[in-house]
């Protein structure tokens, strides 16, 4: 089978090939994605003790169509990570920080014909590039990490304002309870940070969901939208800011 990049990002049309995470994901979450065949490529090293600056949603955002936008500062490491992925690696216009909120440009939400973000900090690169989709403005500046996307128009959040604008233009949503997600250095971590679609109808959890508060209500909405839910780890499900699928097989 022979694998091409994505022509939307974050959702398949088929069965995930190759993904980013964050290279200190825990073994067993490497190991169940090794088992499915899924080919790892792990985010760039960083110089701080801050876990999210290695996050997939904090250093990259995947365009579409074989585009990706990343900082100034790791731009020459995905150019040459992804180079057999045939992805092109755009840089972003404003120079890497990791000073909160202006390191959260790239932590976008592209959803269908939807970008949902914080117009405040968005990188001018993405707004660019994503010129024809509709802009949906919300104050949540980590918005992929606040995401789960589990389809075209179908999104899991905990955030409230991220909802109630997914809602207001008509998308399927499934609000849930914060907490129950690790993350370390954070009193918590988000659903979107802890997930990814790994095929068309299969969304991964970086661990148990059974352990989350909103369990039931995250299963009845999956079951809902005909998602299958795949648990990678027996632990408590831990945020690695997302599983961002890459390329799929044709």
């Not at 996050?55 to 731009?75: C, E, I, R, S």
């Not at 309870?177 to 659903?191: C, N, P, S």
């Not at 970086?206 to 780890?233: A, D, P, V, W």
Request: net charge negative; with cysteine.
């Amino acid at each position: 089978m022979t694998a091409i990049p994505l022509q939307k990002p974050f959702i398949p049309s088929g069965k995930v090939k190759t993904v980013l995470i964050d290279r200190y994901t825990p073994r067993d979450i490497v190991e169940s994605l090794n088992e499915m065949e899924i080919k790892i490529c792990f985010t760039a090293e960083t110089n701080t003790d801050d876990s999210v600056s290695t996050h997939p949603d904090m250093q990259f955002l995947y365009l579409g169509n074989g585009k990706a936008v990343t900082w100034d500062l790791f731009y020459e490491y995905y150019v040459k990570l992804l180079k057999e992925t045939g992805i092109e690696i755009i840089k972003a216009k404003q120079s890497f920080t990791f000073k909160y909120p202006e390191n959260t440009a790239l932590n976008c939400v592209i959803c269908g014909d939807y970008l949902i973000h914080n117009h405040k900090f968005t990188d001018i690169t993405i707004l660019d590039e994503c010129k024809n989709l509709t802009k949906l403005n919300v104050s949540q500046s980590y918005s992929k990490c606040s995401t789960a996307i589990t389809g075209t128009s179908s999104i899991i959040t905990e955030d409230s304002v991220i909802y109630e604008t997914a809602v207001q233009n008509r998308f399927e949503a499934c609000h849930i309870g914060r907490g129950d997600i690790l993350l370390k250095g954070y009193d918590y971590g988000f659903i979107g940070g802890a997930s990814g679609l790994i095929d068309k109808n299969r969304i991964a959890f970086t661990g148990n969901m059974r352990y989350h508060k909103s369990f039931e209500t995250i299963e009845y909405f999956c079951n809902k939208q005909k998602i299958e839910m795949i648990f990678l780890s027996k632990e408590k499900p831990i945020d690695i800011g997302s599983i961002i699928p890459l390329t799929e097989e044709i």
